[in-house]
């Protein structure tokens, strides 16, 4: 038996402690049935710790984020959170996280699942056997570039945010991209707006660069402007493998491609760090739908999204790929049988609640390892 893992759950605020329950009856199922099993800590996060201790994040939960072999995060947000104070806003704590822990390398991948065609508003034959993976720099960029903020200006008050990347910042998440693309379909589309943006004709010129002299010649790599990008995305999606692109970019491009895939309550998504000497890499898994305040408490969640996030952390931060490929066969099971939440119901097919999905996918996990 495998050392314990530990891990972090930050179910956070609307519907991310629902969707958090029912990853923990996965976990459960891996530490009775396989060889690895978990030490699980809880923690609040976004409102939630806002209500508790008055900031979106302590910084002993931040501590225990940073020597955690992997965080889980459910969503942050609310309405009754919307006039927070800048700083205390439930964002804050996920962006603190995503600084603080250095997860400059967001991984966000759009697969259709061949039993959800029809819950997608394109068409069937243009999401067929879409399996794309937009790699967004998570820790630079407009989010975190100075100055930021109110000023005096000609008399008259203007606000300014700043769009700002290192050459090391652009190289270390287009890196990540070129090795994971060697991993599938080889080909990776780096997406900025040289067009307008000087950081755009950085970016640009980084990536080429890279790719030329980082070893990267059985890669093949392509340029495109971002509204472009936007456009291909719905227009004809399965000429892309892996998206490379900035925070901003990756943060709209990746809310398109997960409607591509029917719903954003299937959508996974891993923030890495670097590799440290033991190692270790930090990292947080997370769903990309967000908090959904109005529907949080009625059992009406996917909770998909955050079971195929634990299905990545499985992949990436323990290296279990069997594990995962069995939680993600599960899932898909269970779609094949027509089980449903009411988000992905599409054509028709039995609703399910929240909890039921969970037991669901606990009951498909059995039949694969019986
Ligand atoms: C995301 C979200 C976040 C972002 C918000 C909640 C700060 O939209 O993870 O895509 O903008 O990065
Ligand atoms: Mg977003």
Redo the contacts with the bound molecule.
Sequence with gaps: MAANKTLLMLPGDGIGPEVSAEVTKVIDWMDKRRAISFDIEQGLVGGAAYDAHGVAITDEVMDRAMNTDAVLFGA??GPQYDNLGWDVRP?AG??RLRKEMDLFANLRPAVTFDALLEASTLKPEVIRGLDILIVRELTAGVYFGEPRGMQEWQGQERCIDTQSYTKAEIERVAEVAFDLARKRGKKVTSVEKANVMKTGVFWRQTVTALHGAGGYADIELGHMYADNCAMQLVRNPNQFDVIVTDNLFG?LL?DCAAMLTGSLGMLPSASLGAVDGTGRRKALYEP?H?SAPDIAGEGKANPLAMLLSFAMALRYSFDLQEDADLVEQAVQDVLSEGKRTADIMGTGGEVLSTRQMGDAVCAALDRRAA
Excluded: A, I, N, T
């Design positions: 942050v947000g964002e996920l962006l943060d990746s990309v967000g």
